[in-house]
């Protein structure tokens, strides 16, 4: 599978602050041994970041994006507005099952907004913006996204059968 990885950030885009969410995430992805084919750190800009969603997206750049930030209660924190506003259709039970989880560490897990979605054969996931708090969810969520990407995007040319089998 191949992974692009976004950080929404304003202080780490202006070269404030280093990002450590998303090299948790490359880290991460590469040791399942998926490909990250794409790094980016963006600011808190919304039309910014539906531009690169979408551009990886209809591109066919990658199977998968994870985004990190962006996702709490701050004006500034769209990700998941701009995520949504791309995709063709929603997957809330990633992000809702990222949250399950996480409240069994911290009760702050409910103020996420983290949303989930696909465009075209891109699925994008928002990840939470802390390295603690995406270590837990990647940890808890890639192995099922393994299992949904073997039917999601399954072999180039095959169609899943009534029986489940691919057939080209």
């Known amino acids: 599978m191949r992974v692009a990885v976004i950080t929404s950030s304003?202080?780490?885009?202006e070269g404030k602050r280093e990002d450590l969410s998303g090299p948790v995430i490359e880290?991460?992805?590469?040791?399942?041994?998926?490909?990250?084919?794409?790094k980016v750190i963006l600011p808190d800009d919304r039309k910014m970041l539906e531009a690169e969603l979408a551009r990886i997206a209809?591109?066919?750049?990658?199977?998968?994006?994870?985004?990190?930030?962006?996702?709490g209660f701050s004006p500034r924190d769209v990700m998941p507005e701009a995520t949504l506003a791309v995709c063709e259709r929603a997957?809330?039970?990633?992000?809702?099952?990222?949250?399950?989880?996480?409240?069994?560490?911290?009760?702050?897990?409910?103020?996420?907004?983290?949303?989930?979605?696909?465009?075209?054969?891109?699925?994008i996931?928002?990840?939470?913006?802390?390295?603690?708090?995406v270590t837990e969810c990647l940890e808890y969520i890639l192995p099922e996204l393994h299992h949904g990407w073997r039917f999601f995007?399954?072999?180039?040319?095959?169609?899943?059968?009534?029986?489940?089998?691919?057939?080209r």
């Open 10 to 13: 304003d202080s780490g885009y």
């Open 27 to 38: 880290k991460m992805v590469t040791e399942a041994g998926y490909q990250v084919v794409s």
């Open 58 to 71: 209809d591109a066919g750049e990658a199977d998968l994006i994870l985004t990190t930030g962006g996702t």
């Open 91 to 123: 997957v809330p039970g990633i992000p809702e099952a990222m949250r399950a989880y996480s409240m069994q560490f911290t009760k702050r897990a409910m103020l996420t907004r983290s949303a989930a979605g696909i465009r075209k054969q891109t699925l």
């Open 125 to 133: 996931v928002n990840m939470p913006g802390s390295p603690k708090a």
């Open 153 to 167: 995007w399954g072999r180039p040319g095959t169609v899943r059968g009534n029986n489940g089998a691919f057939r």
